[in-house]
């Protein structure tokens, strides 16, 4: 893996965020990091209209890519969320090129939902689903069900592999790596160990999870994420030394 592919999801810095940290700070330990992507998450944000601003001027002067974690759902009561244009404004003004949202309640694709969803790809932000940790919509079938849909509609949204919820939901991550494999556009890598309600995400190399071998089913040209918390800058390092070598 080539290292320009490899993401650094903010949720890497979690017991910096509980002490008060911004994600304009966070974004300065990506760079001495030597990591040219980061995923903010809107959730990190304490007032995300004063904050966007130094965020957008500061990825710009470093030549950051900036990916948008957005923990709210495509579709509410089965219909296209109605708090999309405010999120992809979000986007905007942060100067986010890739959005992830969870699919939400999906049951069908009606035309308002299809001229709805077409207004906001226009703006040129790319924008994917993940697999959460919810049975609605964290399930392979789920997954399968509406991108199967979106491609039927020509519509341009792509698929999160987030390799540690499949346990969560009860499925195989590998069997469905190997299912989904066609829609994927990014990946979220960690670890998982324990089981029930013992289950835990952990760094890559703690836990159970084949990730060598499922990073080989996925597509091996996209963005790959470092996505669970960790206990220090040297474990961020260790994660992203762990990918590199599988080039």
Do not use: C
């Not at 650094?8 to 300065?28: A, C, I, P, T, W």
């Not at 995300?48 to 009561?77: Q, T």
């Not at 556009?185 to 160990?193: G, P, S």
């Amino acid at each position: 893996m080539n290292k320009s592919q490899i993401v650094l999801n903010h949720l890497v810095f979690s017991d910096d965020r509980d002490r008060g940290e911004q994600q304009l700070e966070m974004l300065k330990k990506v760079v001495a990091l030597d990591i040219h992507s980061a995923e903010l998450r809107r959730e990190y944000f304490d007032d995300i209209a004063s904050e966007s601003p130094a965020i957008a001027s500061y990825a710009e002067s470093e030549g950051l890519k900036l990916f948008y974690s957005v923990p709210d759902e495509l579709f509410v009561n089965h219909r296209v969320n109605p708090k999309l244009s405010q999120y992809y404004e979000e986007a905007k003004q942060l100067g986010v090129t890739v959005i992830k949202f969870n699919i939400g309640d999906f049951e069908s694709l009606v035309p308002e939902d299809i001229t709805m969803l077409e207004s906001v790809l226009v703006s040129g932000i790319q924008t994917n689903i993940e697999n959460d940790q919810t049975q609605t919509s964290g399930k392979i079938a789920a997954i399968e069900k509406f991108m199967v849909a979106a491609h039927a509609e020509k519509l341009d949204i792509g698929y999160v592999y987030d390799m540690g919820n499949w346990r969560y939901v009860g499925e195989d991550e590998e069997i469905a790596a190997q299912e989904l494999a066609s829609y994927v556009r990014y990946i979220h890598v960690k670890d998982d160990k324990g089981t029930g309600s013992n289950l835990v995400t952990v760094p890559l190399n703690d836990g159970e999870i084949r990730w060598q071998e499922i990073l080989k089913i996925l597509p091996q040209n996209v963005p790959v994420a470092v996505e669970y918390p960790t206990a220090n800058e040297q474990t961020i390092r260790d994660g992203v030394q762990a990918l590199i070598p599988l080039g």
